[in-house]
Nanobody
């Protein structure tokens, strides 16, 4: 059974940077596609970025394009580098794994516990 653990969240001023890490336990994570999602208070969970198991197939939400970078650095770790952060990026960020090439959260069946990102004005 795959398990995902996010880390790297925190409080940062607008314009700053954070790097989130998604670490997996389990022997099959390298064959999963990985996505990052976020959920702000009072809002629905939204897609942020995804990368396929081979490191390609990268897709970003329009709201983060040009500022965030997703990368797979090993068989068990995926990063989300977040630059030029804005207050509207404040949310709990989740990584998730799926066998499908999808940006739909319903297609992701393994989820981490989330990490809080807070961007102050």
């Amino acid at each position: 059974q795959e398990q995902l653990v996010e880390s790297g969240g925190g409080l940062v001023q607008a314009g700053g940077s954070l790097r989130l890490s998604c670490a997996a336990s389990g022997r099959t994570f390298s064959t999963y596609n990985t996505g990052w999602f976020r959920q702000a208070p009072g809002k629905e969970r939204e897609f942020v970025a995804r990368i396929n198991w081979g490191g390609g197939g990268i897709v970003y939400a329009d709201s983060v394009k040009g500022r965030f970078t997703i990368s797979r650095i090993s068989a068990t770790t995926v990063y989300l580098q977040m630059n030029s952060l804005k207050p509207e990026d404040t949310a709990v960020y989740y990584c998730a794994a799926s066998r499908r090439y999808s940006q739909n959260s319903d297609d992701f069946n393994v989820w981490g516990q989330g990490t809080q990102v807070t961007v102050s004005p």
